[in-house]
């Protein structure tokens, strides 16, 4: 696959110093392995596994800044190229990851700026009882709505009882 595309230089995350990093992979000249690397200018073709991943990876396709492959075909090589060839061949992925670092750049305030603001306005106004969720002054049985599931068993045992009687 890789030697598919002699001219791009392929980046992978891989984070073990094992068999496959240090003989094969190492021969292949225009393959890197890498733990990290900044990622401003890579095209981007996600393997979404468990945990967020299919959410942050589809949020990623949803607004064309890569492509996603999923994992079941991983082994598919024509996919894999056709991928490829489209996040290289089409500006408009390069264009939209552009124009998110631009926006990321230029974010309305940090999070310092963030911080800051947040403990002012609780220095100048303290407590606010606008603020406060009514939650904190329930008990127990209201907090949790035992009251209602209550009522609630309540009337199914009396319906179960009153037609299981008749």
């Known amino acids: 696959l890789i030697?598919?595309?002699?001219?791009?230089t392929f980046i992978w995350k891989y984070e073990r110093k094992d068999e496959f990093?240090?003989?094969?992979?190492?021969?292949v000249e225009n393959l890197v392995l890498t733990d990290w690397m900044p990622q401003n200018d890579i095209l981007t073709?996600?393997?979404?596994?468990?945990?967020?991943q299919p959410r942050n990876a589809a949020m990623i396709e949803h607004n064309k800044l890569g492509k996603?492959?999923?994992?079941?075909?991983?082994?598919?090589?024509?996919?894999?190229?056709?991928?490829?060839k489209e996040l290289m061949e089409n500006p408009m992925y390069a264009e939209n990851s552009a124009k998110v670092a631009r926006m990321l750049a230029k974010k309305p305030f940090s999070s310092k700026e963030k911080l800051?603001?947040?403990?002012?306005?609780?220095?100048?106004?303290g407590p606010s009882s606008a603020l406060r969720p009514q939650s904190l002054d329930?008990?127990?049985?209201?907090?949790n709505n035992l009251d209602i599931v209550f009522v609630a068993l309540v009337l199914t045992v009396v319906?179960?009882?009153?037609?299981?009687?008749?």
């Open 21 to 27: 990093a240090l003989g094969d992979a190492a021969k």
């Open 45 to 52: 073709i996600l393997i979404p596994i468990f945990g967020d």
């Open 68 to 84: 996603v492959l999923s994992k079941l075909e991983v082994g598919n090589a024509e996919k894999m190229i056709s991928l490829l």
């Open 3 to 8: 030697s598919t595309f002699p001219s791009t």
């Open 116 to 125: 800051l603001k947040y403990v002012e306005f609780a220095a100048e106004f």
């Open 138 to 143: 329930m008990n127990f049985v209201e907090y």
């Open 159 to 166: 319906a179960i009882y009153l037609s299981l009687k008749t």
